[in-house]
């Protein structure tokens, strides 16, 4: 079996950690690996596969006989250093949002689209994690009826926003506890007891960037030039998983029975639906691990062609790392 | 000026106690006072206006004489209660769920349908919690355009679940940073660090008995027979007020600047939409005060005739204690 070598970019954040985890966990195959990030952490040792790697700062000769480069980081460092790692051979399957748009770049969700992967110059990039989460709770539902229009609520984790994230909740959980002054750095206000209406910044319409994600990745994923999305993303106090509450329209009249089963059946999703046991997806059981859970599904009240759901999915994995590694699968022809 | 005599059954609840803070604060010319709980808080001293009353344990005899009773106990304590206190010649101006869907009953927001509350036969109800803050937002827009349908994803806090809700979430704190069991009673879940996608019992078409008010109690507060509503009940892990995110279609197409200014003229809303100043309602700012706070408002991507927006709001005050004092309010012709 052919093996890989394979560099990481941002390998010390919250995804790129995620990223070895989720190489080591599937068994990817790796000849070599050479992990990148920000002059703070070279030196670093990270272990992968019982070996020991150091951590080095990526320069433009750095990625010179890679197979691929999984890149998390920043905008700006994946701007950066895209032309070398194209001109280097390697292909660059990047996290951040840099190049999700760019027409000559398949944004991939292996189960929905995984073939628009092949179809690269070089870059590859992976939705946003809300986005993903979304999508593959109902790419089921678009295997039975064309998707016209969603109306989707996000309830996200704190390590949305980075490894720093969850640890600046813990501590406010601290500070309000010992009645001590609560602080914040990573989120514009305290998380704790608390829920922050936004997430990324705000453009003309009134919407954040982070909100018309959902629509503008969703269209080209989906190939749904004409999807409408209605997107209101929210911060709360939850370390890890995101959760979305979604209203989805689509072209024709389906039955929950139908949806359930097509939901049932799609890769990488768990339908969690049996009120009756209280069973439904809750962060506390979705997280560290890859399945998207799907529940709470029912007919909407207001269209008989529209259905409401409940989807929670660990938006560091799946919403991130995983996506990426599997897109790397994909490519070389390895299940996952 | 004319003082009443007023009773409270379910004094020590959270809502009760909040009942009695708000006759404080408003000023309601109290002649006399009855405090009326279960028989384990019966000899409790309760002060109201600098004055110690004793808890006492209903019977038919008990309400003779008042003038008002505000009920902020269980279903089942309202209706073993009704009779004897209409009978008695007070109003009973009901915070549980048993009456609201009665016909010969009016269901009250004073803001939007206080003259309702005049064409009692003895029994006044309460709304919902999340009802009453999600219908205190949009009144606006209804005066701007009838409203056809509304799409609701509530964040709803501990609170609402009793004064015990909150102190669950507290003690799960401790127990999370202590690495103790985390241990529930009042939720179906740990609540900290998760969020619960069931309010309510489920019913046969999938919803729960929460989410079908906003629709039912919304059609009747706001005479809109038709009006439609897909909603989705969350209980997240937030001591206090309930946030919701709204998606409202009209009959007409509004603009932005008129929903704002007829939302910024809404008595007993505020208007906080300035993102560019990341000013937009949060739990932490609308807790223990009477004001629902809109923002975040924005038109529909999906339909022109429809706006999103997220509001936030006090359930234990606006959502539950403070209106039923309105109620009364409106009824003896206080201004609030």
Sequence with gaps: MKRYKVGILGATGAVGREMLNILEEYKVPIDSLKLFASQ???????????KEYMVEEANEESF?????????????????????????????????????MDDTVPLVVP????????????????????????????????????????????????????????????????????HKEIKNSVFPYQIVDNLIPQIGNFIENGYTTEEMKMQNEGRKIMHLPQLKVDCTCVRVPVPRSHSISLMVCTEDNLSIE???????????????????????????????????????????????????????????????????????????????
């Design 64 to 100: 010179q006989g890679l197979d691929f480069v999984l890149g998390a980081a920043s905008n700006q460092i994946a701007k950066k250093y895209k032309d070398s790692i194209v001109q280097s051979g390697a292909i660059f399957i990047d996290n951040s949002s840099a190049f999700r």
């Design 111 to 178: 189960e929905i689209n995984g073939e628009d992967a092949f179809s690269h110059k070089g870059v590859i990039a992976n939705p946003n994690c809300s986005t993903i989460i979304a999508l593959m709770a109902i790419s089921g539902i678009s295997r039975l009826s064309k998707i016209k229009s969603i109306v989707a609520s996000t309830y996200q984790a704190t390590s949305g926003a980075g490894a720093a994230g969850p640890v600046e909740l813990k501590e406010q959980m601290r500070a309000l506890l010992e």
């Design 258 to 336: 139908d949806i359930k089963r097509e939901i049932s059946l799609s890769k990488g999703c768990k339908l969690l639906d049996n009120p009756d046991e209280f069973l439904y997806p809750m962060p506390i059981h979705t997280s560290n691990q890859d399945l998207v859970y799907v529940g709470r599904i029912r007919k909407s009240l207001i269209n008989e062609n529209a259905v409401c759901l409940w989807c929670c999915g660990d938006q560091v994995r799946k919403g991130a790392a995983t996506n990426a590694v599997q897109i790397m699968m994909k490519l070389i022809g390895l299940k996952y």
């Design 40 to 50: 703070k952490s070279v030196g670093k040792q990270i272990s992968f596969n019982e």
